[in-house]
């Protein structure tokens, strides 16, 4: 069983569309991440919840919009995509307190 | 503040050589410290983490890293490198502020390892 699933694997959008990311984790961990690995493969993270509550919010542009449903699930939407979205988005959880995180696959999204 | 400089962007060794990818960190708090691999279109792996027990840490594959406060470094090395290596390895700090922590990790640039048959 995958630990952390995200879907889809592949998004090609154009600009100015909306789309959403989903997250889940089997894992039973509390805390959620999203992060951006931009075209330089630089990771940096954007958010996180804690039992549904953002706990970390990087100074990511209002068109970003992520959802906990519940503590297993962390989607991300985005508004009126730009070419600068495209990266890959990783989803990660872990216990907190310190616990180690653990990635999904990623999603390669690419803005036309 | 916590950051991280991976000394290499590349690193190339011959297949059985020793394999060594330079790390140092900055970080206000006793830091957590590890090293994730990211092979071709794949997602992260945790290789190691260091917490502040041992300062020698062994990891999957062969791979080892040692902590060393004085040098704020946290090197990764493999006695023998081979072809399934060939990926890119990334060092990670994440601050533990106030016996808390919610996990924000910051990344190294990244070095990409080249393995030579």
């Known amino acids: 069983d995958t630990a952390v699933s995200q879907t889809p694997k592949y998004l090609v959008t154009q600009m100015g569309n909306d789309k959403s990311i989903k997250c889940e984790q089997n894992?039973?961990?509390?805390?959620m991440y999203w992060y951006k690995q931009d075209s330089k493969k630089f990771l940096k993270i954007m958010f996180s919840?804690?039992?549904?509550?953002?706990?970390i919010n990087e100074t990511v542009p209002n068109r970003f919009s992520p959802k906990s449903p519940d503590k297993a699930h962390l989607n991300l939407h985005i508004n009126s995509l730009e070419l600068g979205d495209s990266a890959v988005y990783f989803c990660?959880?872990?216990?907190?307190?310190?616990?180690?995180?653990?990635f999904g696959a990623g999603t390669r999204l690419s803005v036309l | 503040a916590q950051s991280v400089t991976q000394l290499d962007s590349h690193v190339s060794v011959s297949e059985g050589t020793p394999v060594l990818l330079r790390c140092n960190y900055s970080?206000?708090?006793?830091?957590?410290l590890f090293w994730y691999v990211q092979h071709p279109n794949k997602g992260l792996q945790l290789l190691l983490k260091?917490?502040?027990?041992?300062?020698l840490v062994k990891g999957i594959n062969g791979f080892e890293a040692e902590f060393k406060k004085s040098e704020t470094s946290f090197h990764l090395t493999k006695p023998s490198a081979h072809m399934s290596d060939a990926a890119e390895y990334f060092c990670?700090?994440?601050?533990?502020?106030?016996?808390?922590?919610?996990?924000?990790?910051?990344f190294g640039q990244g070095t990409i390892l080249t393995v030579h048959p």
């Open positions: 970080s206000s708090y006793s830091p957590s």
């Open positions: 894992l039973g961990h509390d805390t």
């Open positions: 990660a959880s872990s216990q907190s307190g310190g616990g180690i995180q653990y």
């Open positions: 990670v700090v994440s601050e533990i502020a106030g016996g808390t922590s919610y996990g924000k990790l910051t």
């Open positions: 260091y917490t502040s027990a041992a300062t």
């Open positions: 919840y804690n039992n549904k509550e953002l706990i």
